[in-house]
């Protein structure tokens, strides 16, 4: 039986219910109000639980059903409102949450540890002892596989003659749950000899005759090696609404075995008619290794390449395909003979054909965009657990939820995200206590706010704590040799000194926000995406973090700038203003570092024409038009002949066709068939400063 | 041949429970909770039911009630595949009037032998 190879399978399937099991636990646990949980809500954990425990036992892996059962049992008590909810109480079961999908986790790898499960299971059992009365009691208490056969039964021999003699009076009302004495006969003579003689026909009258109640009574007597566990158990189901004896057949050298004592009402009350069923957790047992093996790796993780998309978009997109085609054989009319009356026909066909291939784009990319939800969804429990780490209180408040974007980008931009959201807890929100003494309310609010702005989508870190500390950023930024000890900042630059490399304001390093990274890693990943981020905040108000990032990697707003006859594409996030200088507005440094003020600040000029050695139209800053782009904090002029239009441009991977270049992050291909190359604003700063020295000597130089 | 209504919230376990009893050569029909089974059995008799105890909108126990209700289910054997095993959850069912308990962890092999026997 191919059963194994199916099981393999199956057991794939319980592992993904699984960990959506723990995910709805874990929402569930960071929803429920203390004291009063919402009854719906207990349930729905509670059910989680309950099935991973039970599914658990029936694919074999049962440290994980094991583990479950513990935290089920204590879920159950909370749901029974036997138990109150507590912070505690929470806080474990979350933990044993994250212990679950760890040992999910390890299915896949293969060796489960349980090290941990270990140890959060005496912590769950000593909370289930704390409240007497109320622990290892009631329905689902019993451990997930009580009926482990008792290996021990063949050593009670002693109790085992030459079978049993059995008077079965089943109550009238027996056949109402389908349980049929024939089928239990039946099992009965599957272990040995049965001799069945019928009580009670005699006194039947037909005319009170009620075809669904059993008026009849049986005495029988089995032959057999079987001892009495396995004659009660036929019997089980039915016991308590039936009159049972059950004796043993009087041997002829007179060794009868003692009256068995009759403590064993069974633990498995099977169906009357499957006394074979108590083997069942040795044969899963016995198949677990097959099935634990089985499971793909990788396919329990979250970095699938699969997506799943809702089939609305994927009928938008058939429909499309359908538009298109139609356009295409109304095009494919003017192949053959053209004449320049169907000249009007024509640009019909190609206006349709144009907004075709917008919708199609749209339809395409909206295919790869997900709701940031999925990205939002770990800060509940994060910022839960990192506020209570802290003693801090926190209320999280998630916006625009449901906001798209491109999943590659959603990817991406986690770590970035949890690592401002560790930042805001760790330093921008208060203690309660310094809270009070500020006269704010005590519990601190953190919001993500997510929404979309033109071609972008930005997402915000707000917190009301105490603000960024500009003096001592400021002091730390000079100590640090990032400012100029008489430079002066506007309070907004201040701020954004934090994102500079080698900058962190932290006294010393803290467990949470430290982690040895500092805030320019957030900014340097943030603009691998062709994003950026930059900071606001007010003291003693609270601070506000803003991402803004492109919907999409495949596509880019950019703007064309030409010098010569090349054509180059800049970011048009990058772009901060386009301006025209004077000569004189420019310093000549060393001879060779040219700088112009543009207001309070002197910003380099970079000559693509020298970066790239190609010919420009003019070398005179008069005649051209300085691009000011920014990245990584720094912006630089970038000296074009022309600034040409602006559009959206599908990157082509440079590297893929060509080979890395400095400078350049890739390329397109421009309407009028030519290849543009997109300048990659952090690297052609980079480029520059490498053939130009430091900025900063130069700007304090000047300055 | 012969028709299992299986019931049971998750996935894993359903597909479990077809998958053995489609092999053993029944024609199992599937709802995920009590509330679907039995809107199904309104209109539909089977041969068997089998349901999970724990389950959303309606369990298991509210499953065999309402089913008992229904005059084409007075005599269709009910039985319960479930995790639990304690003594009161067994009486409330047997009392709603289910055909027989097994518990889970469950052998597919055995979970089949135990059908058969009720079916036969």
Redesign the interface.
């Known amino acids: 039986?191919s059963?194994d190879v199916?099981?393999a399978e199956?057991?794939q399937?319980?592992i993904e219910?699984s960990l959506e099991g723990l995910d709805i636990m874990e929402s569930g646990l960071l929803n429920l109000d203390l004291g009063a949980a919402d009854p719906e809500t207990m349930?729905?954990i509670?059910?989680a639980a309950?099935?991973i425990?039970?599914?658990g036992?029936?694919?074999?892996f049962m440290e994980i059903?094991e583990f479950a059962h513990h935290v089920e049992t204590l879920l159950d008590e909370m749901r029974q409102g036997e138990r109150p909810v507590t912070r505690e109480g929470v806080d474990l079961l979350l933990q044993s949450v994250d212990c679950i999908r760890e040992m999910i986790g390890c299915l896949a790898s293969g060796e489960v540890d349980t090290a941990r499960a270990k140890e959060l299971e005496s912590q769950l059992e000593a909370m289930l002892k704390q409240n007497p009365g109320s622990a290892a009691e009631?329905?689902?208490?019993?451990a997930?596989?009580?009926?482990q056969p008792d290996p021990a039964e063949s050593g009670r021999a002693e109790e085992i003659g030459l079978g049993w003699t059995i008077r079965f009076r089943p109550g009238r009302g027996i056949?109402?749950?389908?349980?049929d004495p024939l089928?239990m006969f039946?099992?009965l003579e599957s272990l040995g000899e049965l001799e069945v003689r019928v009580v009670g026909a005699d006194d039947l009258d037909f005319e009170d005759l009620d075809p669904?109640e059993c008026r009849l009574g049986w005495d029988l007597e089995l032959r057999t090696s079987s001892d009495r566990e396995a004659v009660e158990e036929v019997f089980a189901?039915v016991a308590?609404e039936c009159e049972l004896d059950i004796d043993p057949i009087p041997g002829p050298a007179g060794d009868v075995p003692a009256a068995v004592e009759n403590d064993a009402s069974p633990?498995?009350?099977?169906?009357?008619?499957?006394p074979?069923?108590e083997?069942?957790?040795a044969?899963?047992e016995a198949r677990a290794p097959a099935a634990r093996s089985a499971p793909k790796p990788g396919a329990s993780g979250q970095e699938t390449g699969s997506i799943r998309v809702n089939i609305d978009k994927v009928d938008a997109l058939i429909n499309l395909v359908g538009e298109l085609v139609i356009t295409q054989s109304m095009l494919s009319r003017y192949n053959g003979d053209f004449d320049f009356t169907q000249i009007q026909g024509l640009r019909e066909g190609l206006t349709q054909l144009s907004r075709n291939t917008r919708e199609l784009q749209e339809s395409v990319m909206a295919i790869r965009m997900l709701p940031i939800s999925f990205a939002f969804s770990r800060f509940p429990r994060l910022v839960r657990d990192t506020g209570n780490a802290l003693g801090k209180n926190v209320e999280l408040r998630l916006v625009g939820e449901n906001t798209e974007l491109d999943k590659t980008v959603l990817e991406k931009i986690g770590d970035p995200l949890v690592h401002l959201v560790r930042n805001s807890l760790d330093h921008g929100l208060e203690t309660p206590e310094e809270r009070l003494a500020a006269g704010k309310p005590e519990t601190g609010v953190l919001e993500l706010n997510a929404y979309h702005e033109g071609g972008n989508i930005v997402i915000e870190v707000i917190d009301d704590g105490a603000g960024i500390n500009k003096e001592k950023v400021l002091a730390k930024a000079r100590e640090r040799g990032l400012v100029g000890p008489d430079e002066q900042l506007s309070d907004d630059r201040i701020n954004n000194l934090i994102f500079m490399a080698g900058f962190s304001t932290a006294d010393e390093v803290s467990d949470l926000s430290g982690r040895g990274v500092g805030m320019d890693v957030v900014r340097r990943n943030i603009a691998d995406l062709g994003g950026h981020v930059s900071v606001k905040s007010e003291s003693g108000v609270g601070s506000t973090f803003t991402i803004r990032l492109p919907l999409t990697l495949a596509i880019l707003d950019g703007q064309l700038v030409r010098v010569g006859k090349e054509s180059y594409i800049v970011s048009l996030v990058s772009i901060v203003e386009t301006i025209q200088v004077c000569a004189d507005k420019v310093n000549q440094i060393a001879g060779e570092s040219e700088l112009f003020k543009l207001r309070d600040e002197y910003l380099p000029i970079v000559r693509l024409h020298e970066l790239f050695g190609i010919e420009a139209d003019s070398t005179r800053i008069d005649d051209g038009l300085l691009v000011v782009v920014e990245a990584n904090g720094q912006r630089v002029g970038v000296f074009v002949d022309d600034l040409q239009e602006q559009q959206q441009v599908v990157i082509k991977s440079l590297e893929a066709n060509y080979r890395q270049m400095q400078g350049i992050s890739g390329a397109t291909i421009l309407g009028d068939g030519t290849v543009a190359l997109i300048l990659d604003v952090p690297g052609l700063i980079q480029l520059y400063f490498d053939r130009h020295g430091n900025p900063q000597h130069s700007a304090v130089a000047v300055a | 041949m012969q028709s299992v209504l299986a019931v049971d919230?998750?996935?894993?376990?359903r597909?479990?429970v077809s998958?053995?009893l489609e092999?053993a050569g029944y024609d199992v029909v599937l709802a995920e909770d009590g509330q679907e089974a039995l809107d199904y059995a309104r209109d539909n008799t089977v041969d068997l039911v089998l349901t999970?105890i724990?389950?959303?909108k309606l369990d298991g126990i509210g499953l065999i009630k309402g089913l008992?209700k229904l005059p084409h289910y007075?005599?269709?054997?009910?039985?319960v595949l479930?995790?639990?095993?304690?003594?009161?959850?067994?009486?409330e069912g047997?009392a709603a009037?289910?055909?027989?308990?097994?518990?889970?962890?469950?052998?597919?092999?055995?979970?089949v032998?135990?059908i058969q026997?009720?079916l036969?």
């Not at chain 2, 009037?97 to 979970?111: E, S």
Request: proline residues 7%.
């Open positions: 039986m059963l199916n099981m199956i057991a399937l319980f219910e349930n729905a509670f059910r309950h099935s425990k039970g599914g036992a029936t694919f074999g059903s009631g329905g689902s208490a019993a997930p596989a009580p009926e056949f109402r749950s389908c349980n089928r039946r099992a669904e189901w308590d633990e498995t009350e099977e169906p009357a008619a499957a074979q069923s083997a069942a957790p044969r899963v | 919230d998750s996935a894993s376990i597909s479990l998958y053995v092999q999970d724990n389950m959303p008992r007075r005599f269709v054997p009910l039985l479930t995790t639990e095993s304690g003594t009161d959850k067994k009486m047997k009037g289910a055909t027989g308990w097994i518990v889970k962890p469950f052998d597919p092999v055995q979970l032998g135990t026997k009720v036969s």
